[in-house]
């Protein structure tokens, strides 16, 4: 079992208006909320390999202690079962939020929660990035276009978005954080980040997550139906995590990085159709593809525009389709294995 937090305790209170803020390369105490997830992981394992301190927030509702079990033993890092929804204090120089479920299936599990995660979870940490004075990112997201009418999307879109249907509580919720942020910036002068990312894949997605890469992969490695929402004419940008982390870390500590979103995404543009065809190449498998009903406000079309993150960040993705897959697939492989194994025993 992991060491439980001893980091957490009472926000130190702030000694005067002057703000001694770190070198941005000097070891920090990060909190990273949401550090048991997908994405929330890799963050954790590269910032301690930079040799800062972690702390992991997280409730557990879709991340997993395999996802940071090999940390267990790593002195710098610590963490706390809390939902982002309550007030937390905690002794940290930075923040990074990503504590929220990201696939359709379990966002729309239970919206209100969702609703609440995105919400409350802003509003507390941004009370606390101001109380203590120090920097915070959002992880938002390209949902905050919706279905665009704009493409690419640039960040000066402002969306198609629906307030009332099935995709809405995460949708909606993220567009609402956003404008917490840009408030607690303006009003507080609070140091803020924000990534609009998009689809983002590669190993330590669950097997079960129902998005469309660990669907597709998982049902080819397993010989079952291919299951395409739609006629598969749907287009989405696929982001390999590695890229996506360093996107992360370059918007934290750029001197040149704004105080507004930055679309972080790969600009390479698959139909799903396309998509599918990929993976039962790569694997080999002899999985049927099937056509099954398009969800509800599912969006038409993505492309990140990335030229702010390009200029600003000096970023652009490095990994292509093809190889981020064949890494994703050679972790499911393994992970869809052990698990047979063990059902075995
Ligand atoms: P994930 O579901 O694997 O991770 C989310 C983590 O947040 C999980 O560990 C979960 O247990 C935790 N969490 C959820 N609600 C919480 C709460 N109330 N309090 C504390 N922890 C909570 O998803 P991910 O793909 O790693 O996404 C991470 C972040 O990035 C999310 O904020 C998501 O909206 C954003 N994002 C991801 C993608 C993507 O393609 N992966 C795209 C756009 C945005
Ligand atoms: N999708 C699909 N089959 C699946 C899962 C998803 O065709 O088994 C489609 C889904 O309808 C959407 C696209 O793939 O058009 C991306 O879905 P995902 O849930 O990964 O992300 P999002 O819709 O949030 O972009």
């Not at 990112?137 to 905050?144: G, L």
């Amino acid at each position: 079992i992991l060491r439980s937090v001893s980091a957490t305790s009472v926000a130190e209170p702030r000694s005067s208006d002057v703000r001694i803020s770190r070198p941005v390369l000097a070891p920090r105490r990060v909190l990273v909320t949401g550090g048991a997830g997908f994405l929330g992981s890799h963050l954790c394992d590269k910032l301690l390999s930079q040799g800062h301190e972690v702390l992991c927030v997280d409730n557990f509702l879709t991340g997993r202690f395999s996802n940071i079990d090999h940390l267990r033993n790593n002195r710098s890092f610590k963490v706390l079962r809390h939902d982002v929804a309550q007030p937390l204090a905690a002794e940290v120089d930075e923040i990074y939020n990503l504590a929220c479920p990201a696939s359709p299936p379990d966002y729309q599990a239970d919206p209100i929660q969702t609703m609440k995660t995105s919400v409350l979870g802003a509003l507390n940490l941004l009370e606390l990035a101001k109380e203590r004075g120090i920097r915070i990112f959002q992880a938002s997201t390209s949902e905050v276009y919706g279905d665009p009418h704009v493409h690419p999307q640039p960040e000066s879109y402002w969306g198609n978005v629906n307030s009332f249907g099935p995709r809405s509580c995460y949708d909606e919720g993220k567009r609402c954080a956003e404008t917490l942020f840009f408030d607690f910036h303006k009003q507080h002068g609070v140091d803020i980040r924000i990534a609009r990312i998009f689809n983002t894949y590669g190993p330590r997605m669950r097997p079960d997550d129902g998005r469309v890469v660990s669907n597709f992969i998982v049902q080819a490695l397993q010989g079952t139906d291919i299951t395409i929402y739609g006629d598969g004419s749907q287009t989405r940008s696929f982001c390999y995590a590695d890229d996506l982390i360093d996107g992360f870390l370059r918007l934290m500590t750029s001197p040149n990085a704004p105080a507004a979103p930055v679309n972080l995404g790969n600009p390479g543009e698959f139909t799903i159709r396309e998509l599918a065809e990929q993976v039962v190449g790569l694997t080999g498998s002899r999985s049927k593809i099937v056509y099954r009903p398009l969800p509800v406000d599912d969006p038409r079309q993505r492309r990140p525009d990335i030229s702010l993150a390009t200029s600003a960040l000096g970023w652009s993705p490095k990994v292509a389709l093809s190889v981020g897959l064949q890494k994703t697939i050679l972790y499911f492989d393994d992970l869809l294995t052990r698990e047979t194994r063990k059902l075995a025993e």
